[in-house]
């Protein structure tokens, strides 16, 4: 069974431009989280979807960033316009209902704001 | 807020035993957590502990949890290179299902 992909890899763009990340959940798993980490620093949480809906969006640094989840399904993150501070790793997770059940992650994808 | 940090660096000889040490502040988390990441490779859960419990111990990897302090420690016993990645402690939120991680800790494994 596929794991949970990220689509680009890696990503290097100039301030001000575009750039839209893809996660592309487990099949079946109904939560989905989006994480960021900056600068060698913490991993810090951004969003969360149970199926199509945003749960929890208290992470999202600022409106310049939009996270949507289609159909419940995969799920995208637009920054616009892009700022130097937003390069990081941005980490994609997902996982079935449950008291502990466990988040799979991604692979991430580098996104360098030049 | 929930807060989790780690030391940042640690090296140990191949055999030796390696300890990664976490303290954290949100008192009433349920369950805290171990992620390895190697180069190149997401995120991968390597163990966790229930808040109930002092010690969890899974093959080579032990875990000690200290509520009083909030402190959590991975112990890996006989370190091997492969063992050589990016440690994250993590806390899951007590009324949520968000993760809390810590910065990191790298483990250099020298042969």
């Known amino acids: 069974e596929a794991g949970v992909t990220q689509f680009p890899s890696h990503s290097v763009i100039e301030k001000g431009q575009t750039v839209t990340l893809r996660c592309d959940p487990i099949s079946g798993h109904d939560n989905l989280y989006w994480y960021r980490r900056v600068m060698g620093k913490e991993i810090k949480f951004l969003l969360h979807?149970?199926?199509?809906?945003?749960?929890?969006e208290s992470g999202m640094p600022n409106n310049r960033f939009l996270a949507e989840r289609t159909g419940g399904t995969y799920s995208t993150l637009k920054v616009q316009p892009a700022e130097l501070e937003d390069s990081g790793v941005y980490f994609c997770?997902?996982?079935?209902?449950?008291?502990?059940?466990?988040?799979?992650f991604g692979q991430g994808t580098r996104l360098t704001v030049v | 807020g929930e807060d989790v940090e780690q030391s940042l660096f640690l090296s140990v000889r191949e055999g030796d035993s390696s300890v990664i040490n976490c303290t954290y502040t949100d008192s009433s988390s349920t369950y805290l957590y171990w992620y390895k990441q190697e180069p190149g490779a997401g995120l991968q859960l390597l163990t966790y502990i229930f808040s109930n419990m002092d010690m969890k111990q899974d093959q080579r990897l032990t875990v000690l949890l200290n509520k009083k302090d909030k402190h959590l420690s991975l112990r890996i016993a006989d370190t091997q290179t492969g063992d050589s990645a990016i440690y994250f402690c993590?806390?899951?939120?007590?009324?949520?299902?968000?993760?809390?991680f810590g910065a990191g800790t790298i483990l250099r494994v020298k042969s």
């Open positions: 997770a997902s996982s079935q209902t449950g008291p502990n059940t466990e988040a799979f």
């Open positions: 993590a806390e899951r939120e007590t009324y949520g299902n968000k993760l809390v």
């Open positions: 979807f149970v199926k199509e809906s945003k749960q929890d």
